[in-house]
């Protein structure tokens, strides 16, 4: 598979992850119509973390990283049949072990809770536990779902599975409309039923392709199949990767408790924002290149051939990343006032939102390529690797975090509420760090993965000076309702950033031009 091919699958996972994000920009907008940054909107959002640990750790990133590289590389060599039946083998084992973890965590509820947001009291703490009782069969759900993706990306299969969490998405959408007159922690609860109810419809819209796409499919589980040990020995180290990623994530969700009301809701909306350019860009050219990587590592001159689809894939990403990042950090508060300022989210809120979207901004880049480069040791049956970068980054980032969460603001004299921005700051950093550590081990193995530095310098100057004209264009255009202002500040910015590029003769503005002009 070339390049062109590699190109196009991006492109086909960056259009469903674009229209599954979009529909959960509508229902974080709808969300903060309805809940604000209320108490009740801070117990929602701790609550659907505390059961999504357990598809993150199980679900699309290590499945990827363990399940797609055995089960490609045997449809490679022509073994259908057997990759058939390894499917449906780690599907069976995967459904057990996410029952017992569903009862447990319903069961374990209080004292989740307790874990992941100490600061919470009284009717908060009540309505958060409740919340995850009901939210944990949906997450258990949705973790059959991300096997069923791993098996359709292995058949090329990208837009069905990056596409259907929009069916997710509009049954809270629905959810809110419908009982958006009642009290909120009621709606809340509500909510949650609505969230359960979308995450059967994700998995049952994929089903139908996977039995179409792998007929052989046998849902018995069978640990002597040396394919399906292959699987859970590289399952192993990626899932505790995961939990290390997700120990980080429960670390700012403790400081985050600590802050003042409104700061994990003002986290939540901001992630939503900083994860998109993450997902469409880091998470599709990962995606599209695991399958083909994990086929050629093998193969003579694949190491070559790895180099050079990690470092395409590099720059495809640097392309788009890095005016998402510039843009956060300079129009943030734009963003953020069209897509929320409804409703109880307020001008302060969207104020809020853009001080830890600057702060996020800063490890951007490093996080999206993160994503590539992890996805390059995976294909190389490496997952202890990005697993030993992975511990670093946590502990930096949680060191980090509370400085810049709690001391940092009181010496200088900010208010408490800032601490939000000082956690995804101290990500970012972190991130800068791991992927050092990333390229240089890969790079003993490879050859150098660099990009050159003059093109990412390039790249930076185009956006910085997209922004500048942007910035003119806010300045000069007060008033305006936000999504009116949006569009007056953002298209320029858009507009002058791909023209510099173009103009300077950066491949991927020319190629993107051409894809979009055919069609």
Request: hydrophobic share 55%; proline share 4%; net charge positive.
């Amino acid at each position: 598979m070339g390049q062109g091919s590699g190109g196009r699958n991006a492109f086909l996972v960056a259009a469903g992850i674009l229209c599954s994000r979009l529909m959960g920009l509508v229902r974080l907008r709808v969300f903060a119509h309805y809940f604000g940054l209320s108490d009740s909107a801070d117990a929602f959002n701790a609550a659907f973390r505390i059961p999504n640990l357990l598809q993150n750790l199980f679900g699309e990133g290590a499945l990827s990283a363990s399940f797609i590289p055995v089960y490609s590389s045997l449809r490679a060599r022509g073994q259908a049949r057997e990759a058939d039946r390894v499917a449906g083998a780690v599907a069976s084992l995967l459904a057990l072990g996410v029952s017992v973890l569903v009862l447990a965590g319903v069961l374990a509820a209080p004292w989740l809770v307790a874990a992941i947001a100490p600061g919470f009291e009284g009717p908060k703490r009540e309505l958060t536990v409740e919340l995850v009782r009901v939210l944990f069969p949906g997450a258990g759900l949705l973790v059959l779902s991300a096997w069923c993706l791993g098996v359709l990306n292995s058949h090329g299969k990208f837009l069905l599975s990056y596409a259907a969490p929009v069916v997710w998405n509009l049954a809270m959408i629905a959810t809110m409309v419908y009982y958006g007159g009642a009290e909120t922690a009621r709606l809340a609860v509500l909510l949650a039923w609505g969230s359960v109810a979308g995450s059967a419809l994700q998995l049952l819209v994929q089903v139908p392709a996977v039995l179409r796409n792998a007929p052989d499919l046998a849902f018995a589980i069978d640990a002597a199949s040396a394919h399906v040990r292959a699987v859970g020995a590289n399952f192993a180290p990626v899932l505790v990767s995961r939990g290390v990623v997700q120990l980080s994530a429960y670390i700012d969700e403790l400081f985050a408790s600590k802050l003042p009301t409104g700061a994990m809701a003002g986290i939540a909306s901001a992630q939503l924002l900083y994860t998109l350019p993450v997902s469409l860009f880091g998470l599709s050219v990962a995606a599209a290149e695991l399958p083909t990587m994990s086929g050629v590592a093998g193969a003579e001159g694949g190491r070559d051939e790895l180099r050079r689809r990690l470092q395409a894939g590099l720059r495809r990403i640097a392309f788009f990343v890095i005016p998402s990042a510039i843009a956060f950090l300079t129009l943030g508060d734009v963003i953020a006032a069209a897509l929320f300022e409804t409703g109880r989210f307020r001008r302060a809120d969207s104020l809020f939102v853009w001080s830890i979207l600057g702060g996020s901004s800063i490890g951007l880049l490093a996080s999206t390529w993160g994503r590539l480069y992890s996805s390059t040791y995976y294909a190389l049956r490496d997952t202890r690797t990005p697993l030993r970068y992975a511990l670093v980054h946590v502990g930096l980032a949680t060191v980090l975090g509370w400085v810049f969460a709690f001391p940092l603001p009181r010496a200088l004299g900010l208010e408490a509420s800032w601490g939000a921005g000082g956690l995804t700051l101290s990500a970012g950093i972190a991130a800068w760090v791991e992927l050092f550590l990333l390229r240089r081990a890969l790079g003993a193995r490879l050859g150098d993965t660099r990009l050159p530095p003059a093109d990412v310098a390039r790249l930076w100057g185009c956006a910085l000076a997209a922004a500048a004209v942007a910035w003119g264009v806010k300045l000069g255009a007060p008033g305006l309702h936000p999504i009116a202002a949006a569009a007056a500040i953002l298209g320029p910015y858009g507009a002058v950033y791909f023209g510099t590029t173009y103009a300077l003769g950066v491949p991927e503005s020319a190629a993107l031009l051409r894809r979009l002009a055919s069609r």
